[in-house]
Structures are given as C-alpha cells and as structure tokens.
C-alpha cells in the first residue's frame, strides 16, 4: 500500500511532537471512552497512554516511525476501515481528514464503527493566518483542501465546534504553529514537518520577503500585537460528533 506520507513524512517522528495542552482538550472531548479509533494515526502523536487504542495509518514510512509500545497499529484507510460496526467507544483523527481521499466516505465508516464521540483536530480554511500573507499559496492550499466547518455539519450531522488556541511555544510543528517564531519557516529542516511546505511552489520568494522584514524589524512593527500573546486563535478548530 502506498501513501503520501512515505515521501513526505521523512521527519515527522522528530518535528511533530505532540503539545500537551493540545492532547488535554483531545482528551477531555474524549469523555471516559475507553476502547478508542485512531484514524490517520501517523507516528502515534495524541494517542491517550492510558486507555486501550487502535491506530489505522495507510502510510508503511509512519507506521516504521511509530515507537516501540504504541498502539497498535492496522495500514488501511479511513474510506475502508476492517473493523465491525460500533466497536470503538469513540474515535479521533488529528490534522488528518482533508489527507483523506474522499472525507465524506471516510467519515461515513468512522461513525460506522464508533458508538460514541468522534473528536476531530482540523482547521477551518476561512482564517488567514499572518504567514499566508508571505505565502499566499497556503490559502489557496487551505481553500482547496481543507474541508469547511459547514461540510463537517453535512457529513456527521451535528457537531460542537470548539477553537483551539495555539500555544506561544507550542511543541507540535505543524503549519502554523510557529505564529510568534516567525524565524522557524526560513529552517528548510522545520517546513519539512508540515505537508503544506510539500504542496506549494514558488516559496522562496515570500521567504525571502519573510527574512528581510525579520531583518528590518518591519515583521514585528505589522504583527506587534501577537508578540506579547501566549495563545493565539491560528484557525485551528475541535470537531465532537457526538
């Protein structure tokens, strides 16, 4: 089986640390479910240590980085899950849905086999985080990929929507988690960790408009309201499908 994430999840084992602030609103919206679905598990970030959990990853170079005494882990898809109906007490998927082939079907089999809550880390692509204005190829990417918050309400019914703010020094590295580190996108190594970087051309120049404004002290004149922020609302969004 073959996945996009054998090519470009090379470094996510070391860049994509889970944040625990994070991982406790994933938690909580959990409830006391103990017998939990991990969809697009990847290298195992967000999984709860204290609660029995299967992962299903389709792609064989995230399942290789997952470590010794993570769940265990089943290489299928979410359109096709071999599991029987409603044996998972509940069922999560972190930053995974719009990497899904066909997000309804895949939806649809997640709540075949979950009797209970599906929680859901995604992002809603109507916010335009300050990076965007460097790379406006990342709106274009979020608008075409990412599925809106009203398509969630279409495919799973109703659902409770919750924002996730973003810590200052949030310790998982995906796309905008670097809101007040601005330097991290000009380290070729960090944008390995998100899978936009891997998506959009023509990058270069927006990173160099990037380095000059950090240089100039012109980045911390436009955002100088974010720089003394600990959290910060980057779109980030919590879907309970209950």
Known sequence: MSARYDAIGINYLALRTPDRRIAGAIEQALGDAKNILNVGAGTGSY??????????????????????????????????????????????????????????????????????????????????????????????????RMPAMTRYREWLGNIEVTTVPIPHDCTDGFLYAFWRRPTAYLDPHIRTGSSSFWAI??????????????????????????VNLDAYDAGYRLIVSR
């Open 47 to 144: 999984e709860p240590q204290d609660r029995a959990v299967t992962a299903v990853e389709p792609s064989a170079e995230m399942i290789r980085q997952r470590r010794p005494g993570t769940a265990k882990v089943v290489q299928a898809s979410a359109e096709d899950l071999p599991f029987d109906d409603n044996v998972f007490d509940a069922a999560m998927g972190v930053l995974t849905v719009h990497h899904w082939a066909d997000p309804q079907a895949g939806l649809r089999e997640v709540r075949r086999v979950t009797r209970g809550p599906i929680v859901l880390l995604t992002f809603d692509p109507s916010f335009r985080p300050w990076l965007t204005d460097y790379l406006p190829q990342l709106a274009v990417l979020d608008d075409d």
């Open 201 to 226: 051309e023509g990058a270069d120049e927006g990173l160099e408009r990037l380095r000059h404004d950090l240089d100039s002290g012109e980045w911390e004149r436009r955002y100088d309201k974010l």
